[in-house]
């Protein structure tokens, strides 16, 4: 069974950083890719990073390019978010998907940590 598991999240002020952890089980890192996305009140889920384990090919939006970085553990099976320069518009509920691809958004989602970035 495919398992998530979101850490890290907290709230930090302007311009701080925070790293996101996800706990994989269930699944090889060989295959597909998992997918860090966000969602906020009143705003659109947004793909924020994906990395592709067959590759490590990495993508990022256009809002957290620069930032953002995705990596991995391929040995303890973890997937990190590091954000820096955090903005107030970065705060939302961050999630790690499980995904047949990193342009395919439908997958296994864990329960989410929550990122609150104040002024």
């Known amino acids: 069974e495919v398992q998530l598991v979101e850490s890290g999240g907290g709230l930090v002020q302007a311009g701080g950083s925070l790293r996101l952890s996800c706990a994989t089980s269930?699944?090889?890192?060989?295959?597909?890719?998992v997918g860090w996305f966000r969602q906020a009140p009143g705003k659109e889920r947004e793909q924020v990073s994906c990395?592709?384990?067959?590759?490590?090919?990495?993508v990022y939006s256009t809002s957290v390019k620069g930032r953002f970085t995705i990596s991995s553990d391929k040995v303890k099976k973890t997937v990190f978010l590091q954000m820096s320069r955090l903005k107030p518009e970065d705060t939302a509920v961050y999630y790690c998907?499980?995904?047949?691809?990193?342009?395919?958004?439908?997958?296994?989602w864990g329960r989410g940590t929550q990122v609150t970035v104040s002024s």
């Open positions: 990395i592709r384990f067959l590759d490590n090919t990495t």
């Open positions: 269930g699944f090889s890192f060989g295959d597909f890719a």
């Open positions: 998907v499980y995904l047949i691809a990193c342009n395919y958004n439908s997958g296994t």
